[in-house]
């Protein structure tokens, strides 16, 4: 019984600025990975930021500059902060974590998504 919420979603004209947030919930024993996904009206859900536990990052190549994907383990929280958004950014937003519950079961959990739609 893990949940994700992601939240910071909205409208944001081209060039602009959001913070998403994904916060996990329930029966946790420990965070390993999280990662930022999203998928585009027709197209399939693609990469596009991870972060360890140790903090080490990767990102695709379209968002490389622009997106930084950082963690609170305290907070058991991950955030992604996007600059300079383009219309292609346009996406609902997912975010997923390796999970190892209070039972020690180790699973990928996923968030239901936020909307982020970039328009003049």
């Known amino acids: 019984q893990v949940q994700l919420v992601e939240s910071g979603g909205g409208l944001v004209q081209p060039g602009g600025s959001l913070r998403l947030s994904c916060a996990a919930s329930g029966s946790i024993f420990s965070m390993n990975s999280m990662a930022w996904y999203r998928q585009a009206p027709g197209k399939e859900r693609e990469f596009v930021a991870s972060?360890?536990?140790?903090?080490?990052?990767d990102y695709v190549d379209s968002v490389k500059g622009r997106f930084t994907i950082s963690r609170d383990n305290a907070k058991n929280t991950v955030y992604l902060q996007m600059n300079t958004l383009k219309p292609e950014d346009t996406a609902v937003y997912y975010c997923?974590?390796?999970?190892?519950?209070?039972?020690?079961?180790?699973?990928?959990?996923w968030g239901h998504g936020t909307q982020v739609t970039v328009s003049s």
């Open positions: 972060i360890t536990n140790g903090g080490g990052t």
């Open positions: 997923n974590a390796l999970v190892t519950t209070t039972a020690r079961v180790t699973f990928l959990a």
